[in-house]
């Protein structure tokens, strides 16, 4: 009788696997981190791993990184508790909010700016309100307003009014924020409110700080405020762990599943990427866009399949790679005033995955 039932349990839990709902990665961290003591038997070199060290600290200026792998750390670097801001990795956190508001009918991403009585100074063209909400979380409303806060590509912008939304690719700090002012609108929550609420305590974050949360932004240039936020490492990478379990975390489904495939599902692919903003041409990594997150495309090595990330200027990832079951997260602490630049960025996430030689799935 006890073999019976024990081959009822195997066969359950074999079952379960296959169907999706049983998954090694969805071991997540409790109130606190745990250290893999032994990478190595997880498939990772630990001599690429002490060269990709060596590369931080001679080509970087990155002040935090873990690498995560099935719920725990096989690297850390730096400071990994200090809070920092986060840059342009708000836009992909903002994202990750959207889903529930959708579902729950507080969002519909059908309306259009004209549906939602948005304007903007100076004015927005009639073709221009004709973007749906979808089209901004796209970054592809055709909407070549200024915004009120720096760090985008509106200056490879076609004229206004030349481009139906849907239709163009623009990294754009008016669709990022507007979509922001959207969120609040319509959830009547504050952005910070509400991430304290759906992911910082749900994930245990452990560095969370409500009072450094501060919009900003020129109103002279745009109605819309940018929406900064500033995080620890070690948070950032509970934002990715979520990010790989399709946003279970423990029993709790934060994020509907639904919606993680939604985010990062190419809305754009790396030749438009390319095409449109041309400081991308010559980068050695290939992005595709989906909603405010990048999908590493065009790499023939398996390990990068599936990837996705949250990035932002000065020195901020947040990148899950798939196949290889593991987060990579770093960041460059802005108030020291330094600046790791992009090939840096590209070529330690790089030597991140390649330090895995285990297999991929």
């Not at 990155?62 to 792998?69: D, H, K, L």
């Not at 969370?208 to 405020?225: A, C, F, P, V």
């Not at 050695?284 to 990068?304: E, H, I, S, T």
């Not at 990832?317 to 960041?331: D, L």
Request: aromatic share 14%; net charge neutral; glycine share 8%.
């Amino acid at each position: 009788m006890k073999r019976y039932i024990t081959l009822i349990l195997l066969a359950f839990i074999l079952t379960s696997a296959i169907s999706g709902g049983v998954s090694y990665g969805q071991v997540n961290p409790g109130s606190n981190w745990e250290m893999n003591p032994a990478p190595e038997k997880s498939g990772w070199n630990l001599s690429k791993l002490n060269k990709m060290k060596e590369f931080i600290v001679d080509s970087t200026f990155v002040t935090g990184m873990m690498i995560v792998q099935d719920g725990k750390i096989v690297f850390q670097y730096g400071d990994i508790k200090e809070n920092s801001y986060i840059a342009s990795c708000r836009k992909s956190v903002l994202a990750m909010l959207y889903g529930k508001h959708i579902k729950n009918g507080e969002i519909d991403p059908n309306k259009t700016l004209d549906d939602l009585k948005i304007d903007d100074i100076g004015g927005l063209l009639p073709i221009e309100k004709q973007a749906t909400i979808r089209d901004i979380l796209a970054a592809r409303s055709g909407v070549f307003h200024q915004a009120s806060y720096p760090g985008d590509y509106l200056a490879y912008a076609p004229k206004r009014g030349t481009v139906n939304p849907g239709d163009y690719w623009l990294y754009s700090n008016w669709d990022f924020n507007v979509a922001g002012y959207i969120f609040e609108k319509a959830t009547q929550t504050n952005i910070y409110d509400a991430l304290e609420r759906e992911l910082v305590k749900p994930l245990q974050m452990q560095d969370w700080d409500r009072s450094l949360q501060i919009k900003e932004g020129d109103s002279t240039k745009s109605k819309y405020l940018a929406y900064p936020m500033w995080f620890s490492t070690r948070d950032m990478a509970r934002i990715g762990w979520l990010m790989y379990n399709k946003g279970l975390w423990n029993s709790n489904q934060v994020i509907e599943k639904d919606w993680v495939a939604e985010m990062v599902k190419p809305r754009t692919d790396y030749i438009e990427v390319n095409k449109n903003i041309p400081s991308f041409r010559g980068a050695p990594v290939a992005f595709g866009y989906g909603y405010y997150w990048w999908l590493w495309q065009n790499n023939p090595d398996k390990r990068f399949d599936g990837g996705y990330s949250a990035l932002g200027a000065v020195g901020q990832a947040i990148s899950v790679f798939p196949a290889i079951n593991a987060v990579v997260v770093f960041k460059t602490k802005e108030d020291y005033e330094r600046d790791t630049p992009y090939p840096a960025r590209f070529r330690l996430q790089t030597l991140a995955v390649e330090s895995f030689d285990g297999k991929t799935k």
